[in-house]
């Protein structure tokens, strides 16, 4: 598995062989609002996240990544999208709405989210500006103060983490080495998700497509590369172990005559 953070509007690539990715996505966070007449502001609203696993991509097509701006001061934040390669919206985590954490008495709320803002305080004469948040969170309300009203804090921006996950394909043998006929027993160790189909190569001109194979017996002597491909609709792969089969001649039978010596009367 491989993992890809999103952090800017971009293109992505899904890889050969990949099966499906898991999709992290956080909408942008709201901005805080502005501290009003004695009263801090609300802080800002954290954006949606869609967190699953996503069968509908296909390896070497591109999609696109839609981060999702955090909100400026009492803002919304923006949606975070992940689009096909013709711009179709596939998945949308919305992004935060204004207004949803509680008003302040003089001190502005905190954003929402782990990391949210703090809000802003409103020590007289001068009253504070709320903090931004980070990561889809939301920024801090401003605070207030007598005459003077703080700003709200900025949200975080979106963000995307795609992981892709590729099959792992793996095969072994009981013997590897001996004399014709040589009878192999395989043993098919692939770890992956949704493998539908596979197909072995002895390296003899025969294969099978059987998960688990029975015994194979070689009849010819040499050395023989197997090879197995588990295969799903999503993507594929291959192991292929060089020169893994020996198959020796079978040994000569040989006979000794033992013959009477009569010179030497033996």
Do not use: H
Request: aromatic share 10%.
């Amino acid at each position: 598995m491989t993992v890809v953070t999103v952090s800017t509007n971009q293109t992505w690539t899904c890889p050969a062989g990949c099966l499906y990715i898991a999709l992290y996505m956080k909408g942008g966070g709201a901005g805080g609002g502005a501290g009003g007449n004695y009263y801090g502001g609300n802080g800002g609203g954290e954006g949606g996240v869609i967190n699953e696993s996503l069968y509908a991509v296909t390896p070497g097509v591109v999609y696109q990544c839609v981060v999702g701006t955090g909100g400026a001061r009492n803002t919304a934040g923006g949606n975070a999208i992940f689009k096909d390669g013709s711009g179709n919206p596939l998945k949308t985590a919305i992004g935060g709405a204004t207004g949803a954490a509680t008003s302040g008495n003089i001190q502005g709320a905190n954003g929402q989210g782990t990391n949210g803002g703090a809000g802003g305080d409103g020590d007289y004469p001068t009253a504070g500006d709320g903090a931004a948040g980070t990561l889809g969170c939301g920024g801090g309300g401003g605070g207030a103060s007598l005459g003077s009203a703080g700003n709200g804090g900025v949200g975080g921006a979106g963000i995307f983490t795609i992981t892709y996950v590729l099959p792992s394909t793996d095969f072994s043998a009981d013997v590897t080495t001996g004399s014709k006929p040589l009878t192999v027993n395989w043993t098919n160790s692939t770890t992956t998700s949704g493998t539908t189909t596979y197909q072995w190569y002895w390296g003899d001109g025969n294969g099978s497509t059987d998960a688990d194979p029975a015994d194979y017996t070689y009849t010819t002597s040499g050395t023989f590369t197997v090879t197995l491909t588990a295969s799903t609709v999503y993507g594929y792969d291959t192991e292929t172990k060089v020169g893994y089969i020996t198959v020796l001649t079978q040994p000569y039978c040989c006979s000794f005559i033992i013959m009477t010596d009569n010179l030497r009367g033996v």
